[in-house]
């Protein structure tokens, strides 16, 4: 993604840092100061919503979806937020992504989905949810088609 002139001028490993750690003051701050950082990718082509998922920071994600970051962008490996979400085993954030809207079909360069990585959790729950979310996509589906 090209930088503007704003964007070239803060230290981005700033904002990934703040993104991390739940700083969501300096996230804000600096967000509304130039909103194209929402999109900016670090070497491994993560986001700063990347970087709040791999930090287990809810508010964090909420605030960045909230602002308008893009949640089904795909890093190197082109893995989603949600695939990350679901390789780190955490629930709260694959729901958090699931109910603002995150695809769960969209495969990485392996050709893994995120069930895929739900499936390799000895907690049920993510298998769970994945199976629901398809089934209630489904129905969904289905009943839009009739």
């Known amino acids: 993604m090209f930088l503007s002139e ?4 803060v230290d981005l490993n700033v904002v990934y ?3 991390a750690n739940g700083d969501v003051n300096t996230l804000t701050a600096t967000i509304r100061e130039d909103p194209s950082i929402l999109e900016c990718c ?17 508010d964090t994600v909420k605030l960045l ?30 729901v958090c992504l699931l109910r603002n809207g995150a ?8 050709g893994r989905l995120p069930i895929h990585a739900a499936t390799a ?4 729950r993510y298998t769970e949810l ?5 089934k209630w996509n489904y129905c969904k589906y289905t009943s839009d088609t009739l």
Request: hydrophobic letters at 35%; proline letters at 3%; a negative charge.
């Open 42 to 58: 670090d070497s491994e082509g993560s986001t700063p919503l990347m970087h709040a998922v791999s930090g287990r920071q809810v």
């Open 65 to 94: 979806l909230k602002m308008g970051a893009s949640i089904n962008t795909q890093d190197a490996c082109g893995r989603t937020s949600l695939s990350l979400a679901t390789y780190l085993g955490w629930l709260e954030g694959c």
């Open 103 to 110: 695809k769960q079909n969209i495969p990485d360069k392996n």
């Open 6 to 9: 704003a964007a070239e001028e």
């Open 121 to 124: 959790e000895t907690d049920f």
């Open 130 to 134: 994945y199976l629901i979310v398809l």
């Open 17 to 19: 840092q703040a993104a």
